[in-house]
């Protein structure tokens, strides 16, 4: 079939209209790829204990030990998260950029992606819990290694390169006029009693937010070692103060920045009056920061180390853990109806154009 033909049957391969750039984008997704191979091969960390002797952790022997004490649901999490899908993206990136196909369904894989990138960094965020825990003990200690690096930089990769895919696809949709309103106005105004439901929810959703990165959701309980409680926060500053600032800012910008500037995103939005082009674009950025912002992210990842990590070192939960998964289930509830009311707004304006 000629490049005309299947342009007339509605698939094209994006390459074909990306030119050079589709090279560069090939290389970054090659590039995640080589890093992808090598973090299965170096360790992420080496763990050291008094009169036990060192032990490296990796994502095989992460799942191996979850298998061997039983753990199976948490050992599937982690090969279906952190050892399978890493590379499940990587080639489906590749098909959406050189395959021919639909621009509808090419849109539709690509937002289906980068909604789902983000689980791949869980064992990132388990290596961090060891590092912060073992941080400044006299008995304990831990040491990152290349293979986290590796892996990080591998996800943030083919994140980024998802996200350029996207705003380089044709939406798929017929060429329509954009809604364009005489004035500006808020997403939800003229709602009625739901104005007050979702001022009180993104009100609830912010105060819980602030809540789950400041309380502490471990406290060391072991015996000859400090007995230090940390939260979000205190976790940045720790991995700062131990040299490990990139690790620091991996954990400030994923759990604290980006998800703080979602929910003031969504609330600009949805509360002060807009024209629709503009509240088209502070959709777009929020669609985007939101897929990266990962507190639920880092709420499994403490969960899976809840159930392995006594044997490293012991603890006791605090009541951030329990805060963070509240603020992650209040973000979800407000993130749908917030949602709903987008698309119901977005179909009346469109109405309003017939």
């Known amino acids: 079939m000629t490049s005309e033909e299947k342009s007339v049957s509605g698939k094209l391969a994006l390459a074909t209209s990306l030119g050079w750039v589709a090279f560069l984008l090939t290389g970054l997704l090659l590039g995640a ?75 539709r894989m690509l937002v289906s992606l980068r909604n789902l990138g983000r689980w791949s960094l869980l064992d990132v965020f388990i290596v961090l819990t060891i590092l912060v825990l073992a941080d400044d003990q006299i008995f304990v200690g831990a040491v990152p290694k ?125 509360f002060v009056p807009l024209s629709t082009d503009t509240r088209s674009r502070v959709g777009w950025w929020s669609e985007i920061i939101g897929a990266w912002s990962m507190l639920d992210v880092f709420v499994l990842a403490l969960l899976l180390f809840m159930v392995e990590g006594d044997r490293l070192i012991a603890f006791e939960v605090r009541g951030g853990l329990y805060m963070l998964i509240i603020s992650v289930g209040f973000y979800y509830l407000t993130l749908f109806l917030h949602t709903a009311r987008v698309r119901q707004v977005s179909r009346g304006e469109m109405k309003a154009l017939i």
């Open 146 to 270: 290349v293979g986290v690096t590796l892996f990080l930089v591998a996800i943030c990769t083919s994140m980024l390169t998802c996200e350029i895919l996207d705003s380089l696809s044709p939406d798929g949709t017929e060429s329509a006029p954009a809604p364009v309103l005489s004035s500006r106005k808020s997403l939800y105004s003229g709602s009625g009693w739901s104005f007050g439901l979702m001022l009180l929810l993104f009100l609830v959703t912010i105060v819980s937010l602030f809540a789950a990165i400041g309380l502490p959701y471990f406290h060391i309980s072991q015996f000859l070692l400090k007995h230090k409680a940390y939260s979000v926060i205190e976790s940045v500053m720790a991995l700062a103060e131990s040299g490990s600032v990139a690790f620091a800012a991996t954990i400030l910008v994923f759990l604290v920045i980006f998800p703080i500037a979602r929910i003031g995103l969504m609330a600009l939005e949805g």
């Open 33 to 107: 790829l080589v890093c992808n191979v090598l973090a299965l091969i170096y360790p992420f960390l080496e763990f050291s204990a008094a009169f036990q002797g060192k032990e490296f952790y990796s994502i095989p022997l992460t799942i191996s030990l979850m298998w061997d004490f039983g753990l199976y649901a948490a050992a599937i999490l982690v090969v279906a998260f952190s050892l399978t899908f890493p590379f499940v993206k990587l080639a489906m990136l590749l098909a959406t950029l050189w395959v021919p196909m639909r621009n509808g369904l090419r849109r």
